[in-house]
């Protein structure tokens, strides 16, 4: 491609697609406050708990502005009519799982249907950048613990480490391998299409563990990582892992917004780039003791704190030391700067009490 396809505010309006969720709200707002024109596509304009956070934006006297549009994943060409024009389109929407989806459905929402939201880009006669929102599970593979992943990575490496589990079958019947497949898949399907088309580039954001600040209360997702971090909060155990033990690999979601709107302005980025975002070093990565007594520490008035099986003040059993990742690429190819772990647990907490999720 002989001239760059990075994109400024002058060069027209944006769409975010998921723009009510956790990601996308915050990828939003910050490019409302770079003075963008952000078409925000969520399933049902008219449900408040999922939108007034946004049309609030318009508001707070930021440079840009907000537009609320319809869309579904599932219904092909809704998104026409809010594409149309875009300079760039950032595609945050996909069923994680959080709704009860089966694996299927998760895959569908993430691969399936990207095919006809890249096609509407395409046909907003605008397109210059394509910006998906991948996942690490993208990446990850086995690999020997302490093993550090990097963009170069894809989860269909050592596939003869999965002992047979990574088939097209499993798809249909298990969440997370139906999660990952369709991420690279999709990875795959828009760089290929862009390479194609010649007209824009795409690129991917690879969020690890998202934590971070609430915008509203409909963020406070069941099983999400933050959500987690509530339940901790309020004196319950993590129970995503045996016994509480993982290793929390952790990226602000202030953060992660931030990267997708830099990988639609950068120069640096190119058609096929990728960047994971997870810690920017090793003070990021938290086993869950080492989080529930940061939580403590930054919480005094919080009477109990829950995490994983101690004993005493020691974890009652190791673990794994994995995964390890560091968001060093986009900081430097797209100048992300980050914030502190301790900013982003503390925002993460203060926002449960603002919000009156959790009672102060």
Known sequence: MSKTTAISPADGPIAVTGASGYIGSWIVRDCVEQGYTVRACVRDASNGDKVDHLKALNDQGLRGSVELHEGDLFKKGSYDAAFKGCAAVIHAGAAVGYNNETPQEVYDGCFTECEHVLESAIAGGKLRRFVFTSSFAAVGHPRPEGYVFTEKDWCGDNIEAYNGRWTDEMISQNRDIAYAMAKKNTEKLIYARAEQEGTFEAMAILPLHVIGPLMCKNHDQGWSWQNCMRYMLQGKPYKKSAGGRMLWNNTDVRDCARAHRLAAESTKAHNGSRYILSAADRD?????????????????????????????????????????????LAKQELGLTTYPIEDTVRATGDSYFELGIIPS
């Open 284 to 328: 990021g990565e938290l086993y869950t003791w080492q989080l529930q007594a940061m939580m403590k520490s930054l919480f005094p008035h919080v009477k109990d704190i829950g995490g994983e099986e101690m004993d005493g003040d020691v974890p009652a059993k190791p673990t794994r030391e994995s995964p390890r990742a560091y968001c060093l």
